[in-house]
Each structure stands twice: as C-alpha cells, then as structure tokens.
C-alpha cells in the first residue's frame, strides 16, 4: 500500500474509532517500513486532531470522540516498542517527570512525549493525568527530577502550569529543575508569561528541548517552537 494510502485509511480508522483496524494499520505501517514517529507525527495525531476539530463543528458528539481517542490509544501501544528501537539515546541517569495538570484529563499528547523522551535516554517519570500540584511537587523532590513537562489541552486548565512553577518556586525547587509546557492551547508567548524554560508543539520538538533542558542548554530563541523535521 502507498504511504499516502496509509495515511488516508488511519484517517479513517481513527474517524470510525474502530480499534481493530487502528492497530492493523499500524503494524502495516512499521512493516512497509515506515517508523513509528512518521505513523504517529504524520498519522495518527493529525487523524485525532481532524476527529476535535469535527466535534468542535458539532458534527460529532463525545462518545465518537472516545471511541476515536481509544482507538489511537490502542494504535500507540504497537507502535512503542519500535519507538524506543527507532531512538536509542545516551545512556543518561538524569530524570524527567511528565504528567498533564490537574482538571484535565488528556494522556494522549503527554504520553508520546513522554515515551519519546525516555526514548531519548532519560529516565521519565510519568505521573499521569489530573495531576494535582502537589504530586508534580514532591515527584521532583523524591526523583531529583531536572526537568518537569507539563500538558494542558484545556484553556481551563493551562492556568495550572502556572501554579506548578509558583509551587516548585515555593518548595525551593525552581533551581534544580527546568520546566517545559505544551499541549494544544499552549503557546511560546503563554510559555513566556507564566515563566516556563521552554514550549513545543510536538513530539519531536518536545523531545530536543527536554534533552537540551536536562543539558543544561536553554533552547536558542524561536528554536523550541519551531516543528523539528
Ligand atoms: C482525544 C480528545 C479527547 C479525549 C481524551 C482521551 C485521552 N485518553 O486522552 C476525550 C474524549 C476523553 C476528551 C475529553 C474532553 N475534551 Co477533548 N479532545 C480530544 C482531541 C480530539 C485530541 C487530543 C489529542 O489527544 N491529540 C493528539 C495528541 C498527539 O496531540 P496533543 O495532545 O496536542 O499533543 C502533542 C502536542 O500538543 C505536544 N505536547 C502535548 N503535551 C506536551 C507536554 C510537553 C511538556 C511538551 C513540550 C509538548 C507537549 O506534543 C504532543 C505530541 O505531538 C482534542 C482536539 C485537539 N485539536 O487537540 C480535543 C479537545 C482538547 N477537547 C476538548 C474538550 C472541550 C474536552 C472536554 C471538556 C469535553 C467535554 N465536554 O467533556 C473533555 C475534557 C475532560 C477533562 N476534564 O479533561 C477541546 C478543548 C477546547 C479548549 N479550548 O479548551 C478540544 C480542543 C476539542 C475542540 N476542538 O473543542 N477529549
């Protein structure tokens, strides 16, 4: 099958909900040879994201949404194992702890970045979702964490980002570890606002600005927004 007849019928699958298909396809995928990141990055993440915009046009109602969410859920658990062959990183022993705030229920987005990053060589910490502040708080004092990312795919809830970083401020925290933000509604000049160390709007994106924050190295000006190819 054609690459962009893959990408057609995953459109498909996840705009059907149909889990059985999701993860057909995903193994078709992988075994034509295509990677796991293309499948997700270039697949089944805009897939999802045409399924919101429809629901935001009111042509679909939630339990479509669930179905189409689940779905790609199921797609992802094929697709990690060649995740993590596709980027064997730097044998690294530094910490990153991921979750996505509290009132907000949306895994999807913080679990890619999440995989991608122990991917990566890091040693992630995923707390998961409807994350109370606290929790972020003393995950990173218990791990020792260098860097904290943060989801949000609710304007509700985007505002929680910002009291995360007051909390580890609070606790004395704020100079051991970097905090990244990102999730649909979040932007580098929300980033910027509430003093977060760095924004991306993918996975990819997500996991160079993690690594160079776990680094040490803040991201050059414009470089964590911008889509790595
Ligand atoms: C799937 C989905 C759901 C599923 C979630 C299932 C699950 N297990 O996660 C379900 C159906 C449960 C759901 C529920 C709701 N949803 Co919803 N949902 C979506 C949808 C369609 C896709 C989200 C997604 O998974 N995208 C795919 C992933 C791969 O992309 P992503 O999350 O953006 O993540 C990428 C980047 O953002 C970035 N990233 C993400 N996190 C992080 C973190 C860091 C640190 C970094 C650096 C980068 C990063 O990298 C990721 C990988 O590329 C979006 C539409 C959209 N356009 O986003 C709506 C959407 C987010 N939902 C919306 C709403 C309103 C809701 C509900 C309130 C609906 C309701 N009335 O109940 C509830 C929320 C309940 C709650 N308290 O959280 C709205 C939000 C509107 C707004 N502006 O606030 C959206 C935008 C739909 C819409 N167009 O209106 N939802």
């Not at 429809?54 to 797609?75: N, Q």
Request: overall charge negative.
């Amino acid at each position: 099958m054609a690459e962009n007849e893959i990408y057609e019928d995953i459109k498909q699958c996840i705009a059907d909900g149909d889990e059985a298909w999701a993860c057909e396809l995903a193994q078709q995928g992988l075994d034509q040879g295509l990677s796991a990141l293309d499948l997700i990055e270039n697949g089944f993440t805009p897939a999802l994201r045409a399924v919101g915009d429809r629901w935001d046009s009111g042509t679909i109602y939630l339990p479509e949404m669930i179905l189409a969410a689940d779905a790609m859920k199921s797609a992802m658990r094929v697709l990690q194992p060649s995740l993590q062959k596709e980027r064997p990183g730097a044998q690294e022993a530094k910490s990153c702890v991921v979750g996505t705030v509290k009132g907000d229920i949306h895994d999807i987005g913080k679990s890619i970045v999440g995989a991608l990053v122990e991917a990566s060589g890091l040693n992630v910490i995923d707390l998961g979702t409807n994350v109370e502040t606290a929790r972020f708080v003393s995950a990173v004092r218990e791990s020792g964490a260098c860097v904290v990312g943060l989801s949000a795919l609710l304007t509700t809830t985007m505002a929680e980002m910002k009291s995360v970083i007051a909390a580890l401020e609070k606790a004395g925290l704020r100079g051991q570890v970097r905090v990244a933000v990102g999730g649909a509604p979040v932007t580098q000049a929300f980033a910027d606002e509430i003093g977060a160390d760095g924004y991306a709007e993918d996975g990819m994106s997500a996991m160079h600005l993690i690594q160079n924050l776990a680094g040490g190295r803040d991201p050059a000006p414009g470089e964590s927004v911008s889509k790595v190819a």
